[in-house]
């Protein structure tokens, strides 16, 4: 049986390799497992807008200047997708999403996103002095296939110093069934995936809290269908993770898109 | 030279914009000219070109697909941190 045939024959469910953790009593799961909210979600939720400014040319997008906390973006449209990248972003430890929360503005739901200061956008560094270590940028690409993102360009990643920010996920968890991506999805192909990222995946699905967790923080948000194929795209993920390496050509000509979106 | 153009805004720290980059219609509406005192930015639109978000494949458009290009520097940078002007006649 072929790897991609194993992977569709299995339940919805991915492959927990160990016995789950026990619970110790007394414990409160939820508050050992959760990630989120943090602090700085706290912040974006309940701290006070000392001023806004409608942004030019940006539909719908306001900069908000939190009191004595810095400033977020907020946006009115694709508010789940940007909510679910970054519940997804913290649950496994990406850290490329910055802090975002579903906040009401003037009686008008929003997802606000904490604003980065003196960052730079992908099409205002030099190509030939790209300074992302190559293992960041396959670091986005798992993370851009596990949320199915089909919009990566020069306008929606942030740089500042060696440390890079994925923004703008409007159109992702089946919004768009193409590929935009600043990488070249071949260059991609069959890389190996950085330690931190393989290991938290495989630390991920084998806590079987954290994956009700996340499977319930998705389900207020995103519809059946899109948290069912997050799940699949995981269980293909686990596999690479396993192996070390994200897919191989045949591999990835072999991926079925429909149930992934 | 086309008054015809697109202001690309970057977000300050401050939450004010600056415009980062003007493009430009040509005058003779086949081709884009963009200026900027970032040469970084404009080196890399030219060469990296920007996506059609009207056509289902998200084809790359460049400079030389004229308003085409201008049409579409708003759906490419809607950030917040890059956003682009619809596009303005004078």
Known sequence: MGFFEQIFKRS??????????????????RERTSPIPGPEEEVLMSGRANRTEKLFGARTMTFIEIENDGAG???????????????VDRFFGFNLVPPTVIRTIEGTPGSLQQFIADAKTGYEVENEKFPLPDEDVVKMAVFDFLIDNGDRNGGNFLLKGNKIFAIDHGIAFGRYGGEI??????????RMIPKEVKNN?????A??????????F?????????VAAFFRRLELLVGCSRRGRFFSEEEWNSLVWGPLH | MSMTHVNIYKLQNDGSQEILAVCRLGGDNT??????????????????????????????LFLTDGRKFLEQLKFNFNS??????????E
């Open chain 1, 181 to 190: 991506y600043f990488y070249r999805r071949n260059d991609m192909l069959n």
């Open chain 1, 218 to 226: 998705l389900q207020e948000i995103l519809s059946e269908r899109q």
């Open chain 2, 31 to 60: 081709t884009v000219v963009c200026e900027s005192s970032n040469n970084v930015f404009i080196q890399n639109l030219a060469k990296e070109g920007i996506r059609d978000y009207s056509d289902s494949e998200r084809k790359q």
């Open chain 1, 12 to 29: 919805g469910q991915p492959e927990v390799p160990g016995e789950p953790k026990k619970e110790e009593e007394g414990i409160e799961t």
């Open chain 1, 207 to 216: 806590q079987q809290n954290s994956v009700d967790l996340l499977r319930g």
């Open chain 2, 80 to 89: 917040g941190y890059l956003n682009a002007s619809d596009i303005i006649e």
């Open chain 1, 73 to 87: 973006i907020w946006k009115s449209r694709d508010i789940e997708n940007e909510r679910a990248a970054y519940i």
């Open chain 1, 201 to 205: 995946i495989l630390t991920f699905v």
